[in-house]
């Protein structure tokens, strides 16, 4: 009976207490989670993604695991545990503190770092250099957006931007305790789809790994290269 | 004329100190934070500089710098603002941030509402501070009730409870970190061996629930396709329950199988958490500073076990020192070794140094254990509150340490202190700083014996044969 499913890893990076854990379960299970406890380690989930290649009807299951890293400062020596062999990056942070923004960067280094072999230094110069080398496919999500007042949230939706402009990602926002802010349909879901293909491109459609379904010598299409989206979700809260 | 000119450098040193709070607030415990509410940053650094305008009347009182009558007035105006920010507007900050946190008042969204409900709690909190006074001999009946007398034996309670607690915790602590001795001997095959435990485990739990969500989306499948077929009636309910009650008793048992997996991972997590830590710690006492710190571990070993010892005597034999180390040192030399020199002179720097030394330590003490509790406790929601406890602990330290350091001080320094601070049972809080330090440096040698014992490398051990 068991159908082999092949698997994409993500790693879902973040500061601690920005909702990671909330955010996972929003996106596997669907439903907005009650009650969370500071991650002790890694919590994993898997969600199961359709990818249709471009230009055939033909669809296949793919099962996406979301490495949700517990972000907690204690633990920093230990993080790297878990980093290897990462196909796909979500950074997440909180909109109400805007800290927890700067520090995607940090995360992002020691990442990619890891898998250069080298020790993450820290330094702007490094940062930039490191991030244009960066292969993994990225998006950056903010959360808490229920708690800005609305006064406040046209500076704040903007200033989320640049990091992900940085990273060359898309980005979304949204609040992790409503389901209907990644309900079928809704932006928020077409944005978090096309980002999972891309993923699940990057791992089993490009030159450099085997080929797959004939496809060794398709490119991957112009679109979907990694270009800044000024969009932006402008969900509305009542 | 001298009153002012004492005045202003008193106010130029304090805007000093406030700026360093200030920054150390930004910098170290809101590294990771946005501040929302400048009140709590400007409360932190008010208090802070207050603590510190406080012993560095005591530096001048000891030197002789400044006019007399001007210290007087200014350890007065201190510790009357100290009180003030400790008694009213530390709790009430606290009671108001509490009170918005709590999930039914924003859910009501009403301002009067809150500011009334702070209000209560911090009668409350005045109620219980006030009984605090009743079981412990520290005042005379003869005090009003507004005298600063009452405010400081009782903040002197909480603050020598906690000075003796963090005392009795650290003493032991120290050389246990520091000295080479304790450390357990960590292979780098331990650790990978671990991690690829911890790993393995990761990609079963994985395996589980793949099956889970493969079982779920076939059940809705299912349910969708015979959505069209499913009869009414009492036939097309049993047929339901019947069919899909395999898969669902599935799904039930691979849950189950996962809730115990990932609490074994996490377990496994803290564990290689532990593992990193002690690699560390090998590698640091191989540098040069790593050894330094291991010789002044074996010293600190030494004055952990005399205090404990000096603590029990005073104890058992109910004996309070009269004097205090700077003269009974001095005498000491003098008598027995016969050496002549200018006692009032020698008598100044030994105990502006050693006052000195103690402050230093104190403060700087305080600052690195209340940064690293509060990167351990503190969230983006509890962030205000917790900082807010921290001024509150950090005052009532630091007005503790002073009443404590006086039987430190040479007979001619302590008169200062015993003005202003008004008729205190002083011997009371010695005693009880003994007690209480005794209680603490054996409660922690206990737990980390058996902290020590529970090493992972011992399970491995025993896991391998």
Not at chain 2, 240 to 252: D, L
Not at chain 2, 260 to 267: D, K, N, T, W
Request: proline fraction near 2%; charged fraction near 20%.
């Amino acid at each position: 009976m068991a159908v082999p499913v092949e698997k994409v890893k993500v790693l879902v990076l973040g500061d601690s207490g920005v909702g990671k854990s909330s955010l996972v379960h929003l996106i596997c299970q669907g439903e907005a989670m009650g009650n969370s406890a500071w991650t002790i380690g890694c919590n994993v989930d898997v969600k199961l993604h359709d990818y249709r290649e471009e230009g055939t009807p033909h669809e296949k299951t793919f099962c996406v695991e979301l490495w949700d890293v517990g972000g907690s400062i204690n633990h920093s020596l230990s993080h790297s545990v878990f980093f290897n062999s990462a196909h796909g990056l979500v950074l997440v942070h909180d909109l109400t503190n805007r800290k927890s923004q700067e520090n995607l960067r940090r995360w992002l280094g020691e990442v990619l770092s890891r898998d250069a072999g080298k020790k993450y230094s820290g330094e702007p110069d490094y940062d930039e250099e490191v991030f244009s080398e960066n292969q993994l496919p990225a998006l950056v999500i903010g959360t808490k957006m229920d708690r800005i007042p609305d006064s406040n949230l046209e500076e704040v939706l903007s200033r989320s931007s640049s990091v992900a402009g940085q990273c060359r990602a898309d980005f979304i926002n949204l609040d992790c305790m409503q389901n209907k802010h990644l309900a079928a349909g809704t932006t928020n879901a077409v944005k978090l789809s096309r980002f999972f293909d891309k993923v699940i491109e990057r791992r089993y459609y490009t030159q450099d790994s085997r080929g797959r379904l004939g496809s060794q010598e398709r490119r991957r299409p112009p679109s979907m290269t990694r270009t800044f989206s000024p969009t932006f979700v402008q969900e509305k809260i009542d | 004329m001298s009153f002012l000119v004492d005045s202003c450098i008193m106010f130029t040193t304090q805007a000093f100190f406030f700026g360093f709070g200030w920054i150390f607030f930004m910098r170290q415990l809101f590294k990771d934070y946005e501040i929302h509410h400048r009140v709590v940053q400007l409360t932190f650094a008010v208090t802070f500089a207050l603590s510190c305008t406080m012993f560095e009347l005591i530096i001048f009182e000891i030197v002789g710098f400044l006019n007399s009558s001007s210290r007087y007035f200014h350890w007065k105006l201190d510790l009357y603002a100290m009180l003030f920010s400790l008694i009213f507007l530390l709790p009430f900050y606290i009671a108001y941030f509490i009170v918005s946190n709590l999930r039914f008042v924003q859910s009501l969204q009403r301002r009067r509402l809150i500011v009334w409900l702070t209000v209560g709690v911090w009668l409350t909190f005045m109620y219980f501070f006030w009984k605090l006074g009743d079981p412990f001999p520290i005042l005379s009946a003869k005090h009003g009730i507004f005298s600063i007398e009452q405010g400081i034996s009782r903040v002197g309670v909480i603050g020598v409870t906690l000075m003796a607690l963090l005392s009795g915790f650290g003493a032991v602590n120290c050389p246990y970190t520091y000295m080479e001795y304790f450390l357990r001997h960590v292979t780098d095959t331990d650790i990978q061996s671990h991690e690829r435990r911890l790993l393995q485990n990761m990609e079963i739990i994985l395996t589980k629930k793949k099956r889970i969500a493969l079982a779920k989306r076939e059940t809705r499948q299912a349910q969708a396709g015979s959505g069209t077929q499913r009869s009414a009636g009492i036939w097309g309910m049993l047929k339901n329950v019947t069919t899909s009650s395999p898969a669902g008793e599935n799904v039930r048992q691979l849950q189950q199988d996962v809730d115990a997996l990932e609490e074994l991972s996490r377990q496994l997590f803290l564990e290689v958490v532990d593992l990193h830590e002690q690699r560390e710690r090998i590698a640091y006492s191989k540098t040069l500073k790593g050894k330094y710190f291991n010789i002044m571990g074996y010293f600190f070993s030494l004055y952990c076990m005399w205090k404990i010892f000096i603590s029990t005597v005073n104890i058992v034999f109910d004996r309070v020192g009269k004097t205090d180390p700077i003269t009974r040192g001095i005498e000491i030399v003098v008598v027995y070794f016969g050496i002549q020199f200018d006692v009032k002179f020698w008598s100044q720097h030994i105990s502006f140094l050693l006052v000195g030394i103690l402050i230093v330590t104190s403060i700087r003490g305080l600052l690195i254990t209340m940064t690293k509790f509060f990167y351990a406790i503190a969230s983006s929601k509890s962030s205000n509150i917790i900082v807010l406890l921290f001024a509150e602990i950090m005052g009532m330290y630091f007005i503790s340490s002073v009443l404590l350091m006086r039987m430190n001080m040479p007979e001619e320094y302590r008169l200062i202190i015993t003005e202003v601070l008004g008729d205190l049972q002083f011997n009371f809080y010695h005693r009880w700083f003994d007690v209480i330090f005794l209680v603490s440096a054996l409660s922690s040698i206990g737990f980390l014996y058996l902290a020590h014992k529970q090493a992972p490398e011992k399970h491995m051990m025993q896991n391998m044969y």
